[in-house]
């Protein structure tokens, strides 16, 4: 089964052509980070403007990379949600015409579960129960899989996601954007023991009372370390670096620790670390450490299938579709979409 997957919730608009769920035929993902970048952030008007530029010429490329034409195809993939509205909408729209048009079968994705799917393009043999860690810049979320399209939510955070802290906090030391891999790079010649940072709603309380909470907070670290930038003599190279690295460290440690603990009190043996932030090469590091310890295995893909990509829209869908499940016209876009609910899905 060869499955068209199209992604357009943020600032990536991509196209992929995935066969059976596992086999990547081509994967074209066209960043607007250009774009977006002297803004800080990304400005949802203009992303999804940017979309439908350029979606229709992502989607031929994807096509022409796979060796395709649209008549080769068995099945339509979208991102109907979460994300941007305006800009899942173009998604979806280009998903419903060319079902339509086709005559295929049409599955809406869930981004998280997306992000999910990243990790059976990876391991395809990847085995149920598992703990998957989705830790993106709109997203850090604990989530128990119990099988294909099974999902718990375990505990998410509370206010900033922990990718939006990375690129906050990057912002602010006059880093590029997106500032998650900039801090990444930064961190590698800095000491993280230098800057003093209070450990983001850590798993045990300072009076020792144990919070087995799997909620995340990751507020309160960003202003801190926006405080110790400030309040610096000098804030130079070095300091920067220093700052990156403890900044990183101690987000690391409690995204491993809570997942460790997840893990632990679930029970599981598997471990899928996803999403943009998954690419951090501090957290994949410490994630592996702790796994092995705990004698659990990791799957995490690798980065260019961790950040927005639509080969893992085109593997969630392929699941979905094998179960009985899809999707009718009336699908629409959704910026609020949590794990649990996949409207306009029925999954037999
Ligand atoms: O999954 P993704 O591409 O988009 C969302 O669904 O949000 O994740 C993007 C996020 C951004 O916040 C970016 O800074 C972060 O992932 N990111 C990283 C790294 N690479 C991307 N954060 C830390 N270290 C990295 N190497
Ligand atoms: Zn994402």
């Known amino acids: 089964m060869r499955i068209l ?38 400005v949802p008007e203009l992303a999804s403007r940017k979309h439908i530029e350029r979606l229709l010429p992502v989607i031929d490329e994807a096509l022409e990379k796979a060796g395709v034409t649209l008549r080769d195809l068995d099945a339509l993939s979208v991102t109907c ?41 990876t391991e395809p043999d990847l085995a149920f129960p598992a703990l998957a860690l989705v830790v993106s810049g709109a997203h850090t979320d604990l ?37 998650g891999p900039e801090i990444d790079r930064l961190a590698r010649t800095g000491d993280p023991r230098t800057v003093p940072l209070p450990a983001p709603m850590p798993f045990r309380r300072r009076s020792g009372r144990i919070d087995d909470s799997l909620e995340f907070s990751f507020s309160g670290i960003k202003t801190a370390a926006l405080r110790a930038l400030h309040a610096a003599a000098r804030a130079d190279g070095q300091f920067k670096a220093d700052l990156a690295a403890g900044f990183q460290r101690v987000v690391v440690d409690v995204l491993v620790d809570k997942s460790m ?69 009336g699908l629409g876009a959704s910026s609020d979409l949590s794990l649990e609910q996949t409207p306009n899905n029925s999954l037999a």
Request: proline residues 3%; charged residues 20%; hydrophobic residues 45%.
């Open 5 to 42: 997957g199209i992604e357009t919730s943020c600032d990536e608009t991509a196209a992929s052509v995935v066969r059976d769920g596992r086999v990547i035929e081509s994967s074209v993902v066209a960043s607007q980070a250009d774009l977006h970048r002297r803004f800080g952030g990304v």
């Open 143 to 179: 989530v128990a899989v119990s099988d294909h399209a099974q999902y718990r939510t375990l505990g998410r955070t509370r206010d900033d996601a922990a990718g939006e802290a990375f690129d906050k906090v990057a912002r602010a030391m006059g880093l590029g954007y997106p500032g």
């Open 261 to 329: 603990r997840a893990a632990q009190s679930l029970g599981v043996k598997t471990v899928m670390l996803v999403g943009g932030v998954a690419a951090n090469t501090w957290l994949r590091a410490e994630m592996q450490r702790a796994c092995a310890a705990a004698g659990c295995r990791l799957v995490v893909p690798p980065p260019s299938l961790c950040s927005d990509n639509a080969a893992m829209i085109a593997a969630a869908a392929f699941y979905r579709l094998r179960r009985g499940g899809g999707s009718d016209l």
């Open 81 to 121: 949600g979460p994300g941007l509205v305006g800009a899942l909408a173009v998604g979806v729209a280009a998903a419903k015409s060319l079902a339509l048009s086709l005559d295929l079968p049409l599955v809406g994705v869930n981004h998280l579960e997306g992000h999910i799917y990243a990790a059976f393009l």
